[in-house]
């Protein structure tokens, strides 16, 4: 659907069907992954990952690099998954996000990375112009807690692993190499050219559930989203809502 006016750059989808049943919050889940549909399967990365198309797409082409193990979402991602990123990386470019846990927008709590691909002269995401002009020094930073850094051609999966763990420790989310597991919940979401982690304090306000397409600017209207309100309080204070407060922010190190 198209979105109101004023709300440029963002973009408002509207889910048509009945909520699926992974996203309900009542009920058991099973795990869609363990095992996963071979029909859906695209390639297997070596032994620990592979490819596979997402069942409920929000674009075609959209795919989840999970481990072929169960490995939980909630725990820090590893040096096997950025290596995964990277391979794909070179290959496919796109917008990847990663929803840390359920109060992140995870709806599922085996591993999971998500890249939306995109050709080489296409936007990336409605807040790419923006993003892009903050990570090269640029425009106004936002009320709530991230990061946000410039991505460079050439960088490999130790370069993705060393700027989580920077983030992760400005944030106040922990650190990925020494404490078991995140202190919050967060999301990341990068791109060819930048790379933005931002720390949650909840899910959904208003019936809106946010994962880490929300702050790319990609809004999703439910038959539980209080449309009123939003039209009210605007998109940015939807995320402002969600996301933690940069008080929680500690000095870069």
Not at 20 to 46: C, E, T, Y
Not at 116 to 129: E, N, T
Request: a negative charge; hydrophobic letters at 40%.
């Amino acid at each position: 659907m198209d979105s109101p006016q004023g709300w440029e750059p963002f973009h408002l989808r509207r889910l048509l069907s009945a909520t699926p049943k992974h996203l309900r919050a009542s009920g058991p889940k099973p795990n869609p992954f363990h095992p996963w549909d071979p029909q859906l399967q695209v390639r297997l990365l070596g032994d620990s990952h592979l490819l596979l198309l997402n069942k409920y797409p929000v674009q075609a082409g959209h795919v989840l690099l999970i481990t072929q193990d169960y490995a939980p979402q909630s725990s820090w991602l590893e040096s096997g998954d950025w290596a995964a990123v990277a391979r794909v990386d070179a290959d496919t470019g796109g917008l990847w996000f990663f929803n840390s846990c359920a109060e992140a927008g995870a709806s599922q709590p085996h591993r999971h990375l998500q890249l939306l691909p995109r050709h080489s002269d296409q936007i990336v995401c409605p807040l790419d112009g923006l993003l892009r002009a903050q990570s090269a020094g640029d425009g106004e930073s936002w009320p709530w807690a991230y990061r946000l850094s410039p991505r460079r051609p050439g960088e490999c999966a130790e370069d993705l692993a060393s700027t989580y763990q920077a983030h992760a420790l400005e944030l106040g989310l922990g650190d990925p190499v020494s404490d078991i597991r995140p202190l919050h919940p967060y999301n990341l979401i990068f791109s060819d050219h930048w790379f933005l982690t931002v720390r949650r304090q909840r899910e959904h306000v208003a019936g809106f559930s946010v994962n880490g397409l929300g702050f790319a600017g990609y809004l999703l209207l439910s038959e539980r989203s209080d449309l009123a309100w939003l039209q009210r309080e605007g998109p940015w204070s939807l995320l402002r809502a969600v996301a933690a407060g940069t008080e929680v922010l500690t000095p870069p190190i």
